[in-house]
């Protein structure tokens, strides 16, 4: 079991997560068009850093914390990682004929093909850290619920908004007017938005594990509905079974200890139930305009819809499967990860289908696009965790949180039937529902780790230190110099200068961190009992390694980078953010305790927080 001395790298997995999910997602940010991905050199940019940041992360786990590598899963992933980088790098062109029979032609740059190996790389790290580090870490039911209680304010304020911005759009919904496809947000698929607010739900229960709560129960009609109005069908059919499920639990839970009360509850929520179907009914039958029109909406856009095919879904299987059996070898192991879904596009485009397909709207024969059979067999491997887990859960009795999760991973399972969602997927939406629906469960019946966890814990020496006014002082004016470090290196990137606005703020940054730096390092002066020029000094040595090797590393990656890269904005963003990490990173190497607290304080206060969480064992 490893030590928790060393807190502060629980912080810097859960960074390496976003900017992996960054990765993944893929925006093009601070561009015209989010939709058109980042450039290759911001993507292999990115992936250095992110790699950089795991090195530095798994590096002092295993110094710090004293972490050693799980000897099965480790290998398993290692497997599935070469396998992965394989298939991109032996796969060549490929060249279809469309129904014109017009020769199309698919091939990648090597630079493409880095990328993406880098990204498979990053991919298998982090898998690993979430099955492993953060499973062995115990992720805490308190820490859960604040990850998912900003999920469901944030889908909610989003729901608010969207009813705002569409307004228009949902009055034409009962004026029989609208001639859209539904509320999509501001997301550019209405099915995504669906899905957000599919898995808010899913949420919402998760909150309410320890007992029934109206607020939640609210909340999940409200997003139900707001699933209705952006016809996302695969979404409200789902929905709709899951609330059912949720509400005859709770209500069904309670006859053992009040059978008549429960009868009751089950008499009134039936009740009620068909009175609103026969209300609606009712009103439909007298031709009133307004529910008239919403069942116009909801047959047109949820109950008509082609389920022959499932919208054409039927049609992008076949043509994933006919790629991949054009070549025994794709089918075994896949096109590759991330290369599938472009290679696939192009295919699909080239059958002439009449839509070009974003994603071939399946969670399963997506890995099997990306990873073939052998990922195919991996994924349910994982998968096979959970239903372990929920057989655990039951024989320990804990039969609430095995139904509650239950539902909800059923729910997951049967939306990525029709959608390529998936669990394992280093996107913002599979990261979340791994963490949020995958690892309690698994967990939960580990509890022998929790036990070992909760001992380590207490015995860490965590007093809450209070920083001196000095140490806040010293620790900002070191990353004020750092920001100087990375701003001034950033000036050595020639094409910089083609970003005026950027030149300008660089400049005016800079001028300000000098003297913010030079005001706190007077007040320090002033603050210390030792002659000014020895407190200098001692600042000087301090700051001086650090200070010259970002200096250094700083310029050489700019001369490296600017040429083999083409840099745009976010690549020179980006970069100044990795001479800032790696200033920080030496001097925390290099810095003096007892000149600096706070550091210790940031370590001290996290192990405090870890001790609490602690206490509270498996998740409920």
Not at 82 to 101: C, E, H, K, M, P
Not at 158 to 186: M, P, Q
Not at 317 to 329: D, E, H, T, Y
Request: with cysteine; hydrophobic share 55%.
């Amino acid at each position: 079991m490893g030590k928790l001395r060393f807190t502060l790298t629980y912080v810097l997995f859960w960074f390496i997560i976003v900017f992996s999910c960054l990765l993944a997602e893929n925006f093009a940010f601070f561009s015209a068009d989010h939709l058109a991905g980042m450039s290759v050199d911001s993507l292999i940019m990115l992936s250095l850093f992110v790699i950089f940041l795991l090195v530095v992360y798994y590096i002092r786990e295993r110094t710090k914390n004293g972490i050693t590598f799980d000897k099965i899963l480790l290998p398993i992933i290692a497997i599935f990682c070469l396998v992965s980088i394989a298939t991109v790098w032996w796969q060549g062109d490929r060249t279809f004929v469309d129904a014109a029979n017009n020769i199309v032609t698919v091939s990648f740059s090597v630079p493409e093909k880095i990328s993406v190996t880098l990204q498979i790389i990053i991919w298998c790290a982090v898998l690993y850290g979430i099955l492993f580090v953060a499973n062995r870490y115990s992720i805490s039911k308190k820490w859960l619920k604040w990850l998912a209680l900003v999920y469901v304010i944030g889908v909610l304020a989003c729901s608010l908004a969207d009813i705002v911005i569409e307004f228009k759009d949902i009055v034409a919904i009962f004026n029989n007017t609208y001639v859209g496809s539904g509320l999509s947000f501001v997301i550019y698929n209405s099915n995504v938005w669906g899905n957000i607010m599919l898995v808010a739900i899913f949420t919402c229960i998760v909150l309410s594990l320890k007992k029934f709560r109206v607020f939640y129960y609210v909340l999940m009609i409200h997003f139900y509905i707001m699933i209705l109005l952006s016809s996302s069908t695969t979404s409200a059919y789902i929905g709709m079974v899951v609330i059912i499920a949720y509400t005859l639990y709770e209500i069904l839970s309670k006859i053992k200890v009040r059978t008549r009360y429960a009868a009751k509850l089950l008499f009134i929520y039936f009740s009620v139930l068909l009175s609103l179907f026969g209300l609606f009914a009712m009103m439909i039958s007298l031709k009133v305009p307004l529910f008239v029109n919403l069942w116009s909406f909801l047959q047109i856009h949820i109950f008509r819809k082609d389920y022959g095919t499932l919208t054409s879904r039927t049609g992008i299987w076949a043509s994933v499967f006919g790629l991949l059996c054009k070549n025994p070898i794709d089918l075994v192991f896949g096109l590759g990860y991330k290369t599938g879904n472009f290679t696939f596009m192009q295919y699909y485009a080239a059958q002439a289908n009449g839509f070009p397909a974003r994603s071939t709207h399946n969670g399963i024969v997506e890995i099997t696009l990306r990873h073939g059979l052998f990922g195919l067999l991996f994924y349910f491997a994982l998968l096979s965790m959970f239903i372990v887990g929920i057989v655990k859960l039951n024989k320990n009795k804990q039969y609430r949180v095995a139904y509650m999760y239950g539902i909800c991973f059923l729910g997951i399972l049967a939306h990525s039937a029709t959608e390529s969602t998936m669990l394992f997927v280093p996107n913002i939406e599979g990261t979340y529902l791994t963490l949020m629906f995958f690892l309690p469960v698994v967990n939960a019946t580990k509890e022998k780790h929790f036990v070992e966890l909760n001992k380590d814990v207490q015995k860490q020496n965590a007093p809450l230190v209070k920083p001196h006014r000095g140490d806040v002082l010293y620790f900002v004016g070191t990353f004020l110099l750092a920001l100087i470090v990375a701003l001034g290196t950033s000036f050595s990137i020639r094409s910089l200068y083609t970003f005026t606005p950027i030149l300008v703020a660089y400049i005016v940054l800079i001028s300000m961190a000098i003297i913010a730096l030079v005001t706190i390092f007077i007040i320090l002066i002033k603050m210390s009992k030792k002659a000014s020029s020895n407190k200098l000094l001692t600042m000087e040595k301090e700051f001086f390694i650090p200070f010259v090797s970002s200096v250094v590393v700083g310029i050489a990656l700019s001369l490296i980078f600017q040429a083999i890269f083409a840099f745009d904005l976010f690549s020179i963003l980006l970069f100044t953010t990795m001479v800032v990490f790696f200033y920080m990173f030496t001097f925390s190497i290099f810095y003096k305790k007892e000149n600096n607290h706070l550091y210790a304080f940031f370590d001290d206060g996290l192990t405090k927080v870890l001790q609490n969480v602690s206490r509270e064992g498996p998740n409920e």
